[in-house]
């Protein structure tokens, strides 16, 4: 095994790391979105806050992690990517910004209208950041970025279906990691748990 | 590379020559997205240390205040590294976004120290949650414990981050062959020979901002009238950690000026408006530069050849030395070294006025200016924070990784940049906004912000 392909292997194991765990914490964001009223959406909003609190700057680092190793291990592929797709990743980094944030502060809001604004903010950036990754992914995929051409197109590279079709999918996996159980009558803190250990771990 | 004024390598680099007409704004978003993230590197590197302090003298003496200072600044611990985790992946974004041929063609010779500031990130993200959720839940001394690798952490990934800035202003560890980067010594580049003095004088800054920015937080409640042991303990700590790297940063400041003379003559240049070559040179506070010299500045006769090279009589390259392109600009940088030296002084003073009082006369000053002057302190102390970070910055320009290549060959050909940039300000400024609400209301009286944050949970909830 070459070192370029140890690199590799580092790229993709801290990246299904970043799919997975990250991933499980945006579709957190996600269900939180589409979850409903403040009465509706309480239970789903309280389980998010608390069992992504201890964990999310963690599951975070990943994504600086393969950053890293991907600029030192191949730089030239890194300056292409990233100057052929600085429009999804620059809007990425700004969904990364407001999401981060908007998830920190709201934790300590105090009233209704605080914890809506902030509760928005987090849950829309939370299928915006995934979908614009999503996308680059896409867009190397199908081979639409060219090393060692620092292109000046805004869209040329991923407005196309296969990057917008990888973009969706990535949403819909985040989604899908974190699915939230539906409300047992029977126990309510039972189904809790249960649903915050998944979040975790499934 | 070592000595002065070898003939510029000027590499186009990995990804050819790019066209650029934004190129300020390009510069101008990567200077804001720095401003935002150093402070909070400040509290990364010194914060910690500061609340393990308060939590030692918790489990030394039993005395509840103690905990509960050392709990609540726990949590304004998370919080700040929450946005700093944020902020410094805009960074790590912006590197590749804004100058990918940097990175293209220099990745392979400096990723090293940013793949192990990684690992200290991990580690810092792994063990801050552990801490600040962990009162209740960990014994008291595993508890302490947990917070050790908090400090050693913030100390190696910033170590890291300023090595990578050490090289930028002196790279090595690799060879030129033609446009070509090859034979490199990731371990050379990452010790090179300006990561000692940035370290300390970075280290010793991050004790300043943050020791200053919280102590004013607190001289501010003294002022307003409540003065019970918690707010006493809360100022007293970051202020004594303030006061004394204030005074120490003089010597390390002495010690980056002169490696600067060694080694980037035409950055000195700009830092002191030195117009042309000369013996003798004297020190310039203040003024303006137009027309190829500086005007409205008072001179200090001989003090720049003395600091600079430890000899009333030495020789100061000028910026005429220097080809017109190869010019920092000289209000930038020269106006910002003055206001970091300046506040840099006046807080040296204040550390040393308080440290001597306090050896003296065993208590608190019971002035009111002291605790003004304390309260001033901590925007000032950011403000020269800044200013230093600008002068090293700028003064290093027009190159990226000096006299090695430019920044105009570094930056993306990606157009819409001035539209980029004013998106990022609009986040940054609606985050600022947000954080100072928050902070706000994390440093209300302990019951009031209590209820208020069980009144939150309770929504989120």
């Known amino acids: ?202 | 590379m070592h000595g002065t004024l070898l003939a510029a390598r000027d590499l186009t680099g990995a990804l050819g020559r790019p066209s650029q007409h934004d190129m300020l704004a390009a510069r101008e978003m990567q200077a804001m997205s720095f401003a935002v993230h150093i402070p909070l590197v400040c509290f990364g590197i010194a914060f910690p240390a500061m609340v393990l302090f308060v939590e030692g003298l918790w489990l030394r003496t039993g005395e509840r205040t103690y905990r509960d200072l050392a709990q609540r600044w726990s949590k304004v611990m998370l919080v700040l590294f929450a946005v700093g985790v944020v902020t410094g992946t805009i960074l790590s974004f912006e590197l590749g976004l804004l100058w990918p041929n940097f990175m293209a063609t220099f990745g392979s010779v400096f990723g090293l120290a940013f793949g192990i500031e990684g690992f200290a990130f991990f580690t810092e993200a792994i063990f801050i949650a552990i801490y600040a959720y962990g009162w209740d839940r960990l014994g008291r001394r595993a508890h302490l414990a947990v917070g050790v690798p908090i400090v050693l952490a913030g100390i190696l990934g910033s170590l890291m981050v300023i090595s990578v800035n050490g090289w930028m202003n002196h790279p090595t560890g690799f060879a030129v062959a033609g446009n070509a980067v090859t034979a490199v010594h990731p371990w050379a580049a990452l010790f090179n020979s300006h990561l000692p003095y940035e370290l300390v004088h970075m280290y010793l800054a991050g004790y300043m901002v943050a020791g200053f920015l919280v102590a004013a937080a607190y001289a501010l409640a003294w002022l307003r009238g409540n003065r019970d042991r918690y707010v006493r303990a809360a100022l007293v700590v970051p202020l004594t950690a303030a006061a004394l790297a204030a005074p120490a940063q003089i010597v390390v400041g002495d010690w980056a000026g002169r490696m600067v003379a060694q080694d980037q003559p035409p950055k000195l240049a700009a830092m002191e408006a030195v117009g042309h070559t000369e013996r003798g040179a004297p020190l310039h506070v203040g003024g303006v530069w137009f027309d190829g010299s500086l005007h409205g500045a008072v001179p200090i006769p001989k003090l720049l050849s003395l600091l600079a090279y430890r000899n009333v009589h030495a020789r100061v390259v000028g910026l005429d030395a220097q080809p017109p392109a190869d010019r920092p600009p000289v209000n930038v940088v020269h106006l910002s070294f003055d206001a970091m030296v300046g506040i840099g002084t006046a807080l040296a003073l204040l550390g040393m006025g308080y440290l001597l009082f306090v050896a003296r006369s065993r208590r608190m000053p019971r002035s009111r200016w002291f605790y003004r002057a304390v309260v001033a302190a901590g925007p000032l102390s950011l403000v020269a924070l800044l200013a230093g970070w600008t002068t090293t910055e700028v003064g290093r320009q027009p190159w990226i990784a000096w006299q090695v290549m430019r920044t105009t060959d570094a930056v993306t050909q990606a157009r819409g940049l001035p539209e980029a940039y004013a998106l990022l300000a609009l986040t940054y400024i609606g985050l600022a906004v947000a954080v100072g609400w928050l902070l706000r209301r994390l440093s209300r009286p302990a019951q009031d912000a209590e209820a208020a944050m069980r009144r939150g949970a309770e929504i989120a909830r």
């Open chain 1, 1 to 202: 095994m070459s070192l370029a392909e140890v690199c590799a292997a580092l790229i993709v194991a801290g990246l299904t790391a970043y799919a997975v765990l990250a991933g499980a914490d945006f579709g957190a964001g996600f269900w939180d979105l589409v979850a409903g009223g403040p009465e509706r959406g309480a239970r789903v909003r309280g389980l998010v806050q608390r069992s992504m609190a201890p964990v999310w700057e963690a599951n975070h680092v990943w994504l600086i992690f393969v950053l890293v190793v991907f600029w030192t291990a191949f730089p030239r592929a890194f300056g292409s990517v990233m100057s052929a797709l600085y429009v999804p990743l620059f809007l990425a980094g700004v969904g990364i910004i407001l999401r981060g944030s908007a998830y920190a502060l709201r934790g300590h809001a105090v009233t209704l209208g605080e914890a809506r604004v902030l509760g928005a903010t987090f849950g829309l950036s939370s299928v915006l950041t995934p979908f614009f990754l999503g996308t680059t992914i896409g867009a190397v995929a199908s081979g639409r970025v060219s090393v060692g051409g620092g292109s000046g197109a805004p869209l040329a590279a991923w407005m196309h279906p296969m990057p917008l079709i990888a973009g969706v999918l990535a949403v819909v996996l985040a989604a899908h990691l974190c699915a939230p159980p539906s409300p047992s009558p029977r126990s309510r803190s039972g189904g809790a748990s249960r649903s915050a250990r998944s979040t975790r771990w499934s």
